[in-house]
C-alpha cells in the first residue's frame, strides 16, 4: 500500500480498559472496545502542550486530558446495560471520569502512533 499524505487521518483503534472485578475481589477484567481517532499533526500537538503550559497550575489540572478531547471522535462497542452508548462530547467526559478509560484511551492512542498492536499481533 502506498503512503497517503492527507490533511486530516482518522481511523479506529482497539482499546482495553482493565477494572477492578465488581464480583472477584482483587481482579482485573479486561473490556474492550474501539476508538475513533483523529490524528493531531505535530505543530498542533507541540502548540496545544505549549498552551496548556502556560496556564495557572489549576487551569492546567482542569486541563490535564484535552488531547483525548481533540483526538478522539468516537467509539463503538461501548454500553450501558447491554444498550450501546452513543458518542458525543458529553458521554466522553462522562468516561474520562473513570481512570480506566483515561488509561486505556491513552495506551490505545499511543500504540496506534507507534504501531506498537500491529508489531505485537505480527503484522
Given amino acids: 500500500m502506498k503512503?497517503?499524505?492527507v490533511?486530516?487521518?482518522s481511523y479506529s483503534w482497539p482499546a482495553t480498559a482493565r477494572i477492578p472485578s465488581e464480583t472477584q475481589p482483587g481482579k482485573i477484567e479486561e473490556q474492550k472496545f474501539i476508538l475513533r481517532f483523529e490524528v493531531e499533526d505535530r505543530n498542533?500537538?507541540?502548540a496545544s502542550a505549549e498552551a496548556?503550559?502556560?496556564l495557572p497550575e489549576k487551569e492546567q489540572i482542569a486541563r490535564e486530558h484535552?488531547?483525548?478531547r481533540r483526538v478522539i471522535k468516537g467509539w463503538d462497542d461501548?454500553?450501558?446495560d447491554g444498550k450501546p452508548v452513543t458518542f458525543s462530547p458529553q458521554?466522553?467526559?462522562a468516561a474520562l471520569l473513570f481512570p480506566w478509560f483515561r488509561a486505556a484511551a491513552?495506551?490505545?492512542y499511543a500504540n496506534s502512533l507507534n504501531g506498537e498492536e500491529e508489531a505485537r499481533l505480527g503484522n
Fill in 3 to 5: 503512503f497517503k499524505l
Fill in 44 to 46: 498542533t500537538a507541540i
Fill in 106 to 108: 491513552y495506551r490505545a
Fill in 7 to 9: 490533511s486530516t487521518y
Fill in 91 to 93: 458521554m466522553l467526559e
Fill in 52 to 54: 496548556i503550559a502556560a
Fill in 66 to 68: 484535552d488531547l483525548l
Fill in 78 to 80: 461501548v454500553e450501558d
